[in-house]
Structures are given as structure tokens and as C-alpha cells.
């Protein structure tokens, strides 16, 4: 079993940064792909970035390429999601998840483990 725990969201005004963390705990970290996600409310709960196991490989949304970079930090047991230039349509709930098989990391159905999301808000 593997818990996870987000930190780091808030209400941040447009062209702003905020960077979220999600710590992990309960299995290897480095055995893990870890992805974000995240959900507005009334809408599907959609893909925006996602990581290797190594953190060699790295994959965005379209929606946030250029403007989000997904890092993460193995002997800390740590995933990152640095956010830029923030708009308002990036206000959402954002999950962390994690995957033992690191295929299709831009389908959450095949994510194994979730945390409780954080809330940004970016005011229009």
C-alpha cells in the first residue's frame, strides 16, 4: 500500500507560480511513476503531467506544456509539480497518484494509488 499527501495549493492571482509536493510512503518511491492530475468542478478529473521512475522521462498535458514541469526527488520520497504563469482555467483540484507499471501514464485508470488533493484557485 502506498499513501500519498499533497501540500502546497492556495489561491494565487493569474500569471503567478505555485509549486505543489505530494509525499509518498508505504512502498519503494523510486518503484513508482507518479503523475499528477487534477479536476474542476463538474468536470472529468483530466491528466497534466506525469513522471518516470527515474524521472528521465517526463510527460505534460497539452494544456500545461511549457508552463508546469514535473520534477521529483527519490530519497526524499517526493513529486513535485512546479506551475507558472497561472490561469484561471487551471483552477482545480490537483491529485497526486502513483503507478507500478508505467504505461499509458496519461490515463488515470491505470494509476494504483491516490492522494486527497489540494485546491488551487487562480481568480479571473
Known amino acids: 500500500q502506498v499513501q500519498l499527501v499533497e501540500s502546497g495549493g492556495g489561491l494565487v492571482q493569474a500569471g503567478g507560480s505555485l509549486t505543489l509536493s505530494c509525499v509518498a510512503s508505504g512502498r519503494t518511491f523510486s518503484s513508482l511513476h507518479m503523475g499528477w492530475f487534477r479536476q474542476a468542478p463538474g468536470t472529468e478529473r483530466e491528466f497534466v503531467a506525469a513522471?518516470?521512475?527515474?524521472?528521465?522521462?517526463?510527460y505534460y498535458a497539452d494544456s500545461v506544456k511549457g508552463r508546469f514541469t514535473i520534477s521529483r526527488d527519490n530519497p526524499k520520497n517526493a513529486v513535485y509539480l512546479q506551475m507558472n504563469s497561472l490561469k484561471p482555467e487551471d483552477t482545480a483540484d490537483y491529485y497526486c497518484a502513483a503507478d507500478r507499471g508505467g504505461y499509458e501514464l496519461n490515463n488515470r485508470a491505470r494509476y494504483d494509488y491516490w492522494g486527497q488533493g489540494t485546491q488551487v484557485t487562480v481568480p479571473s
Open positions: 513522471i518516470s521512475m527515474s524521472g528521465s522521462r517526463t
